[in-house]
């Protein structure tokens, strides 16, 4: 049986190992190198599962749209439903999936790999603090890939809208394009940027912590990575609903 200590001890050290990534922000040297180089590292492993994932995502929603405005005569506003199922939803939700289940393991077995080698003692007891050297770059460039992650779903996810709506259920290419701007705007696509940076956030955070807190070896690594997946899902959809609750009450989902 699970005690309310043994869940509250995990989450209390990751926000203190959040607030300790808050606080190391402000200090200096940052390390632009390992930044960089996190950023190339995760988009490695994010860019294809996103595309992938968003061609039969989109392109099954879109064709249920479709059937609908079809069957009451409203296919010329394909472009409006394409935009706002992509922009609003779709994008960000696609970018969940991706960023919990590749980017934030990826973060998780790096770490875990360099705990169990005892590399992260050796760095502190050298006096360099892990946090800064290590957290903060994978954190930031997590929410740095997610972002670019998402203007990739979100172009591709048009793409595959336009190719369904009119070469496929007979939309008109005029009226697709006319009506793409009629449901959503810039405000929408910054909205949706600012979901993807929320979950790029969380899931940088969820890989670090579970790497640096892997235990056991290989297989320790290997549990922390799949433990990793299901946090990772369960932050980033609460976020994904606070934030959609957050922009309604504010009036900004409204068209």
Not at 56 to 65: A, D, E, S
Not at 72 to 83: K, L, R
Request: include cysteine.
């Amino acid at each position: 049986m699970i005690s309310a200590a043994g869940v509250m001890k995990p989450v209390g050290a990751f926000v203190a190992m959040t607030l300790d990534t808050a606080r190391a922000v402000g200090k200096r040297p940052f390390h632009w190198r390992e930044f960089v180089q996190q950023i190339a590292f995760i988009s490695g492993v994010s860019i294809v599962p996103a595309v992938m994932l968003t061609i039969p995502f989109v392109g099954f929603t879109i064709f249920i749209l479709n059937t609908l405005l079809v069957e009451i005569g409203a296919i010329d506003y394909a472009g409006a439903a394409v935009g706002l199922a992509v922009i609003r939803e779709i994008g960000p939700i696609a970018s969940v999936l991706v960023v919990a289940g590749a980017g934030s393991t990826a973060i998780c077995a790096d770490l875990g790999a360099r705990k169990i080698r005892e590399e992260i003692d050796a760095m502190e007891v050298l006096g360099i603090d892990p946090i800064q050297r290590l957290v903060l770059p994978r954190v930031l460039a997590s929410v740095v890939v997610a972002v670019g992650l998402n203007c990739v779903v979100c172009i591709v996810g048009v793409a595959v809208g336009y190719v369904f709506a009119v070469p496929v259920q007979g939309s008109s290419a005029g009226q697709f394009t006319a009506s793409f701007t009629l449901l959503t705007g810039t405000t929408d696509f910054v909205l949706s940027q600012t979901k993807a940076a929320v979950f790029g956030l969380g899931a940088g955070l969820v890989g670090c912590f579970r790497g640096l807190s892997a235990a056991g070896g290989p297989k320790g690594v290997g549990d922390a990575v799949n433990q990793t997946v299901v946090l990772a899902f369960v932050v980033l959809f609460i976020f994904n609903t606070l934030l959609s609750l957050i922009f309604l009450q504010l009036g900004l989902l409204s068209s």
